[in-house]
Every structure is written in C-alpha cells, then in structure tokens.
C-alpha cells in the first residue's frame, strides 16, 4: 500500500497552524521568546508539510534556510521565501537556552516587536506554503 504522501504532509501543516496559533497566544500573555519559538516551529513544520506532500521521504534538520534549499527541488520560487524565512532560525535554540546568551535568560531578551515580527514571518511561511501546495 503506497503511503498517502498529501496526507502526510497536511498533518504536518495542522500541526504548523497549532503551533502559530499558540505563538499568537503565548505573545498575547507576553512569553514572548515561547511566541518567537512556537512561530519557528511553524514554519519549520510547515516546511515539512511541503516537502512531506511532494514525496520526500527524508525531511530532517530544523533550519529552514536548509528546509527551503531541500524544497527547491520541487519548485525554484523557495529561493524567494529562503531570504525571510531563514530569520525564524535564530528562535530555534536562542529562545529557549540561556547558555547561548551573555548573561541573562531567553525570558528577558525577547519584547514584543520580536515575537510580533517572529509570527508575521512563520505566517508568510504557512501562506507561501499553502499556495504552492494549492497549485499542484
């Protein structure tokens, strides 16, 4: 039985507009390096989502600069996103571990500019996304 490859990745991609929602919530109770970080996983799974659909069998790493590079090859306009998306990286480990800043904790560095920023980002990832899946 071949594996439903749509449906693979649309599990992916419920999960992603989950994690952006819960961005959205943890930005409004002012966790705003949960926001940036919840926003990266978004639009890291919804890379994944992407790449899931298309038939790939071996989607890893975390980095969406990586992620986009992988989807180009179903579609060169990820060359496009790679330049915004590749921002959501940073939140991967600097949002959540405080021996990647001088000092200090993630809870204190992150304002409110950043996470709004963060899931702007991850909600342009999750639309370029979703169009690209919509033309298939």
């Known amino acids: 039985m071949m594996p439903d490859r749509r449906a693979d990745g649309d599990r992916w991609l419920r999960q992603a507009d989950r994690d952006l929602s819960d961005a959205h919530l943890a930005r ?20 994944k989502g992407y790449l899931y659909s298309k038939g790939a069998e071996d989607v890893w790493g975390h980095s969406l600069a990586d992620l986009c590079e992988d989807a180009k090859v179903f579609e060169m306009l990820f060359d496009v996103l790679k330049p915004r998306a590749i921002y959501l990286d940073k939140y991967y480990n ?4 405080p021996n990647y800043l001088p000092g200090g904790i993630p809870a204190d560095i992150f304002d409110d500019l950043e996470s709004e920023r963060a899931i702007e980002l991850a909600t342009e990832v999750l639309t370029f996304v979703r169009e690209r899946l919509a033309e298939a």
């Open 94 to 97: 600097l949002t959540r571990y």
């Open 28 to 47: 409004e109770h002012q966790r705003h390096n949960l926001a940036c970080f919840m926003a990266q996983q978004a639009g890291e799974k919804a890379m």
